[in-house]
T-cell receptor, first 110, second 118 residues
């Protein structure tokens, strides 16, 4: 069974305090790994797709990396506006759908 | 350029009532899906469609029906609402069946429908 586990469940940072979110996965063949951001009361917003181990993607203060068993979302010098829930999802081979983790709720204090 | 539009945004139903959650996209996307999001459970797939006339079940399909008569619309029907169906429902669409096209654009989500069944 395909599984996606995100840690920590919640993370509180001070503005400027860099950290990483983890997404570990177990799938029968990975076609792609997705990161999303979700603000309260809104739908998930697409951030990155990673296709193979060793791949990295960057967007402003966010950097996503991928290994054969996990992905990290690194947040460098975060700002309060980075506060959100970050979701990880995998696209297993042979399927048309995504399997989501439960998310990490990030709170960045000024 | 509306993207994915869901209606209504909020709904309260009584147990046993039926209703349809609407989802429309204007991006000519082939793939559409419905998820529900519950505290502590994450996003769970209800039903999905890879094109007009083609639908399939996801992880939690019981109590829900879907159909896809056009590329643009993918309504979700609750046949006889139960309190366990209280949730936030999201519709999502993607550019194509091919992974590369899907990956480049990601899945576009609607803003959600918050449903309460009393």
């Amino acid at each position: 069974e395909d599984q996606v586990t995100q840690s920590p469940e919640a993370l509180r940072l001070q503005e400027g305090e860099s950290s990483s979110l983890n997404c570990s996965y177990t799938v029968s063949g990975l076609r792609g790994l997705f990161w999303y951001r979700q603000d309260p009361g809104k739908g998930p917003e697409f951030l990155f797709t990673l296709y193979s181990a060793g791949e990295e993607k960057e967007k402003e203060r966010l950097k996503a990396t991928l290994t054969k068993k996990e992905s990290f979302l690194h947040i460098t010098a975060p700002k309060p506006e980075d506060s959100a829930t970050y979701l990880c999802a995998v696209h297993p081979s042979g399927y048309s759908t995504l399997t989501f983790g439960k998310g990490t709720m990030l709170l960045v204090s000024p | 350029n509306a993207g994915v539009t869901q209606t209504p945004k909020f709904q309260v139903l009584k147990t046993g009532q039926s209703m349809t959650l609407q989802c429309a996209q204007d991006m000519n996307h082939e793939y559409m899906s419905w998820y529900r999001q519950d505290p502590g459970m994450g996003l769970r797939l209800i039903h999905y469609s890879v094109g007009a006339g083609i639908t399939d079940q996801g992880e939690v399909p019981n109590g829900y029906n879907v159909s896809r008569s056009t590329t643009e619309d993918f309504p979700l029907r609750l046949l006889s609402a139960a309190p366990s169906q209280t949730s936030v429902y999201f519709c999502a669409s993607s550019g194509g069946r091919g992974l590369r096209r899907t990956g480049v654009y990601g899945y576009t989500f609607g803003s959600g429908t918050r449903l309460t069944v009393v």
